[in-house]
């Protein structure tokens, strides 16, 4: 069982900067592969971007340059830094691991908004 707590979230500016984190317990993560996903209304959960054990990354396009994904695998954290936020960023993000079973987090609202 993984247990995965995701904060960070909160309301800014466009043009702001956020920095989510996502606390695993239950198991250490360092030998899995990690992702920030997220949801907004209406819309599909999608990829935001992914980490893997060995610390490779990939990103959606839409969020290429602007947002970076990391992991500390000795306090069993990942992280997302979003930078250059608009409006289209605002949804839900959840963490997300893939032991062989799928956990997630209950999310994080994030709201970019003048």
């Known amino acids: 069982q993984v247990q995965l707590v995701e904060s960070g979230g909160g309301l800014v500016q466009p043009g702001g900067s956020l920095r989510l984190s996502c606390a695993a317990s239950g198991s250490m993560i360092s030998i899995y592969d990690m992702g920030w996903y997220r949801q907004a209304p209406g819309k599909q959960r999608e990829l935001v971007a992914g980490?893997?054990?060995?610390?490779?990354?990939n990103y959606a396009e839409s969020v290429k340059g602007r947002f970076i994904i990391s992991r500390d695998n000795v306090k069993n954290k990942v992280y997302l830094q979003m930078n250059s936020l608009k409006p289209e960023d605002t949804a839900v993000y959840y963490c997300?691991?893939?032991?062989?079973?799928?956990?997630w987090g209950k999310g994080t609202l994030v709201t970019v908004s003048s």
């Open positions: 997300n691991v893939d032991t062989g079973e799928d956990y």
């Open positions: 980490i893997t054990s060995g610390g490779s990354t």
